[in-house]
């Protein structure tokens, strides 16, 4: 890793401690119950949680819920066995009624973690009570120890432990993409003849891959640091890159997955000139409107490093503060690497004053979460919500035109409606 | 522990929010963990509010837990003083933070802040989201409601509209409008609009006006021990409420000032020819207990449909529903599992339901029109254009609204007469909606199939009893040939008139005997 003062790795970190205007790790569930086709996320928790779920995505996903909460009432909080004695039967009437489960994942919650009820024994009692047809895992989603897309982090880590072992010499890509992204990456890395090529988490419980101290992997999004730490103990490597984000992002990974399997350089170019230059082409379009923008970024998903990258170098955008829930030096040190000096990093929040410096900086893009984004376009302030950026295809060389105008987007409806909008009337007054 | 997949309330703390919403200079610290300010999302996106919720969140992670939350909570509660100069406080805790028994009303009492604080008790494992906001706004009152003199005019405060509530902005405005109409001044409006203030000097109105029991009843009950004020017991949604509302309101203000009714039009558009296809269309209802109750009387006596049905999820209006439902020679639904409102909805076949945005979700699945007539909101809730429920402009969008669902009369005649026509058939759904609706499932389908669809809990199948009854293909035809929005209730009304005559087969005949046996 560099120190060179012209870029944000030597930044200092502006470390944040206050109300914090996130989601917590359970929201993962609204992404990986779709990707995981075979599993079902039941969440021990209260209300509030059932709430959050039904809210977060803004809308409901009526058609397939393969998710529910198993909710704690006051006699839940009286006597511990009880506790149990009700979860298994819960779980018990859920999986009569949903034979096609294969994998069941216990999520714990703030309440779950407060009274200390242990899903862990709980989760190798229901696994022995529903072998062989089901296998239940449990992971915290909780708000007292996950913020948002760490959930994911945490689900998929604790799969790791139950993979199965192997000593071939195999890539493994982690992280949830949407199945036309991930079908994408799979082509272009079999066009550059790398293989066999193993995903996780797998789309049903029998692909699931098997590890090694010969598999190495690589990571497709940058909020993964528990689950690289698991893989790290099973002996896997991690190939450092920066995140397949917009066509240099995507180049760079591509280029340190190829080189780790001694492709040739000509080859992996052969394959990858095409997507790029369509990638290039797309991203000009939104770029022009994107140009000497100054954009703001709350912490959110733990994507703000990434992007900020992207929309630097690849959009032309200026980059005001780039905040982040957790700076992982690991993970993101490629990017950092990357993005010149200027932006102020910060970690964590403390919602109120991170407000004051978006105001004090009015930023033209404000990317945050949906509690604030009406509030700050009713001041004036263009915003992007983040949830969008974890809900949309925006991996790989295909999609970075799309992810580019996901932000040009906000800036092109404001110039549509200046002659109407109230902000633009009341400062004409 | 309950399984719950989908819910109709959120948690009290919610409850408490909306009032805090929808009042001015209130600040509220909510000691909860992160992930809780999710809520403020229900009130900027779905209600589309341009400020935050002026709410505060704790924020204490896992390895404060050892430590030290109560000095958190005092800390949040001087920061949020600091930054909001609120006219008054109130302080909860949220369910995580309710069993770590930090105590925040008696933290922030001994923190000599110069303003009221309010503390709320919210058991978050027992009650739900309009335990909260009944009960937050019952504190608030007990806080800084004090009797006074009374307004030299007659006066009354109308209560119960909160924030993210179901066209309570437009109610309010409408009730209001009546009210000046009988000349009676509006004291003040609480929770929506009013500041802490403003209930300080609620004292000085002559009656309350309860618009909505859910959020105001334990409020209007207290004003009339602790006020000397009466309440209004009657919910002015429909006609016949609104003028039976005006009634008692003159009974308890003395007006004499005559209503105009010019701008009424709903009786004459339910009387008018046009409407004559509304008649006996079977309805189900689902909702609050409120809501609920005054749309079965609407349905009945204003609309001239059928109520089949009705039910609510809130067990505190279980008891009034009950007595109603067995008026109408029903049996209440009172729940607030949404797969038990869904069977019963299947189980019932109606032609149309009047319910809240689960339920519309239900009739989606069903291929049933469903018209919103309660919460749960969702952004389709907040319209831009004025639409109240409420009063005689509230009666007037009752109707508009309960008939745009439906296939238009003359067109529903066409597609009797036409039934198969390959260019105008049932199955592409009223003209008037963009949408295709689908038609209702042609067979009830098995655990099984609905499993591989992929729905969370297969969708509960026929009733046993009919399973040895079995359609001959050419009745199944026959039945196909009758439109969509009535196919169910042929299907179920058939079913029940073989099963009641011992029959093991339903043939076309059987189809037609039924048929007359329920003509009406």
């Known amino acids: 890793m560099s120190t060179d003062p012209t870029t944000c790795q030597s930044a200092p970190v502006l470390k944040e401690r206050g109300q914090r205007e996130v989601f917590c790790g359970l929201t993962g569930i609204i992404w990986l119950h779709r990707k995981m086709q075979d599993a079902f996320f039941l969440v021990v928790g209260s209300r509030t949680c059932a709430h959050l779920l039904q809210s977060a995505a803004g809308v409901m996903i009526f058609a397939e819920p393969r998710f529910g909460t198993a909710i704690l009432e006051e006699k839940d909080l009286a006597g511990m066995a009880d506790a149990n004695e009700e979860l298994d039967r819960e779980v018990g009437r859920l999986l009569a009624r949903r034979p096609d489960i294969r994998q069941l994942f216990l999520v714990g919650s703030c309440p779950s973690e407060v009274i200390k009820l242990d899903l862990a024994r709980a989760a190798e009692r229901l696994s022995v009570q529903h072998a062989p047809n089901v296998r239940v895992l449990n992971f915290s989603g909780s708000g007292i120890e996950t913020t948002f897309t760490q959930g994911e982090d945490a689900c998929l880590a604790s799969m790791v432990p139950t993979l199965p072992d192997t000593q071939a010499r195999e890539l493994l890509l982690v992280g949830a993409l949407p199945d036309v992204v991930e079908d994408q990456a799979l082509d272009l890395l079999a066009q550059m003849g790398i293989g066999p090529v193993r995903c996780l988490p797998a789309r049903r419980a029998q692909d699931a891959p098997a590890i090694g101290s010969n598999t190495v992997f690589a990571l497709t999004q940058p909020f993964l640091g528990d689950t690289h730490a698991a893989l790290s103990r099973r002996g896997a490597r991690h190939i450092p890159a920066p995140f397949p984000f917009g066509a240099e992002g995507t180049m760079l990974w591509l280029n340190a997955v190829a080189a780790e399997f001694g492709i040739a350089p000509d080859v992996v170019a052969r394959v990858t000139a095409a997507p790029r230059a369509r990638a290039e082409k797309s991203i000009a379009a939104a770029a022009s409107t994107l140009r000497g923008k100054r954009i703001f970024f709350m912490p959110d998903s733990q994507l703000e490093v990434p992007l900020a990258r992207f929309l630097t170098r690849e959009c032309g955008m200026i980059a005001v503060e780039i905040g982040t829930p957790y700076l992982h030096a690991e993970l993101h040190g490629p990017e950092l690497d990357l993005i010149a000096a200027g932006p102020t990093l910060s970690e964590g929040q403390d919602v109120d004053r991170q407000l004051d410096r978006v105001r004090a900086a009015r930023p033209d893009l404000t990317v945050c979460g949906l509690g604030l984004a009406n509030p700050l376009e009713a001041e004036g302030l263009a915003t992007k919500w983040a949830i969008e950026l974890v809900f949309t295809p925006v991996h790989f060389f295909e999609q970075a035109g799309d992810l580019a105008s996901l932000f040009a987007r906000p800036l092109r409806r404001r110039a549509a409606l200046s002659r109407q909008h109230p902000n633009f009337l009341e400062a004409a007054e | ?520």
């Open chain 2, 1 to 520: 522990m309950k399984l719950a997949v989908w819910t109709y309330e959120g948690p009290p703390h919610v409850g408490a929010m909306r009032v805090a919403t929808a009042m001015q200079g209130l600040h509220m610290v909510l000691h909860a963990p992160q992930g809780d300010t999710y809520a403020d999302l229900l009130f900027t996106m779905i209600e589309r509010r341009n400020h935050r919720p002026p709410v505060s969140y704790t924020t204490f992670q896992a390895r404060d837990l050892g430590a030290d939350t109560a000095g958190l909570f005092k800390s949040s509660c001087q920061d949020a003083y600091d930054r909001f100069q609120p006219q008054a406080i109130m302080v909860a805790a949220s369910c995580t933070a309710e069993l770590i028994q930090d105590d925040p009303g008696g933290l922030a009492e001994t923190m000599g802040l110069p303003v009221p604080v309010i503390a709320l008790d919210l058991p978050s494992y027992q009650r739900k989201e309009n335990f909260g906001a009944d009960e937050a706004f019952l504190q608030i009152c007990r806080a800084l409601a004090r009797p006074m003199d009374r307004s030299a005019q007659v006066s009354c405060n109308i209560i119960g509209p909160t924030a993210l509530g179901f066209r309570h902005r437009d109610d309010l405005a409408e009730i209001t409008a009546l009210l000046c109409e009988m000349g009676i001044a509006v004291n003040v409006a609480a929770p929506m609009g009013a500041s802490p203030a403003d209930i300080a000097r609620m004292g000085a109105a002559h009656f309350n006006v309860l618009l909505y029991p859910e959020t105001a009843e334990s409020a209007a009950r207290w004003c009339e021990k602790n006020l000397g004020q009466p309440y209004t017991k009657t919910v002015p949604l429909g006609v016949a409420a609104t003028r039976a509302f005006i009634k008692e309101v003159r009974a308890l203000s003395g007006s004499t000032n005559p209503v105009n009714e010019q701008r009424l039009r709903q009786p004459w558009w339910t009387a008018s020819v046009d409407s004559t296809y509304l008649t006996g269309k079977r309805v189900f209802l689902f909702g609050d207990g409120t809501h609920v109750m005054a749309a079965a009387r609407v349905a009945r006596d204003e609309m001239g449909f059928e109520v089949c049905g009705m039910g609510c999820y809130n067990r505190e209006q279980a008891r009034p529903l009950r007595a109603l439902a067995q008026e109408f020679g029903l049996t209440a639904l009172i729940t607030d599992d949404y797969l038990e409102v869904e069977a019963a909805i299947e189980a019932t076949a109606p032609e149309m339901i009047l319910g809240t945005q689960m339920e519309r979700h239900i009739g989606k699945r069903l291929g049933i029109p469903c018209a919103v007539i309660s919460a749960p909101v969702h952004v389709q809730d907040f319209p831009a254009r004025y639409s109240p429920q409420m009063g005689f402009e509230g009666a007037n969008v009752l109707f508009d609204t309960w008939v745009h669902p439906l296939v238009m009369g003359l067109e529903e005649h066409l597609l009797h007469m036409f039934r198969d026509d390959f260019e105008f058939h049932d199955a592409a759904g009223p003209s008037h909606h963009g949408a295709k609706a689908q038609p209702l499932p042609q067979s009830a389908p098995a655990a099984p199939a609905a499993a591989d669809e992929g729905g969370s809990m297969p969708p509960p199948s026929a009733p046993p009893e009919l399973d040895n009854i079995v359609w001959l293909s050419c009745a199944e035809r026959e039945l196909k040939k009758i439109p969509f929005f009535v196919r169910g209730k042929a299907r179920r009304n058939t079913e029940s008139f073989a099963q009641e005559k011992g029959l093991s087969e339903i043939s076309v005949d059987t189809l037609y005997e039924a048929k007359a046996h329920y003509a009406r």
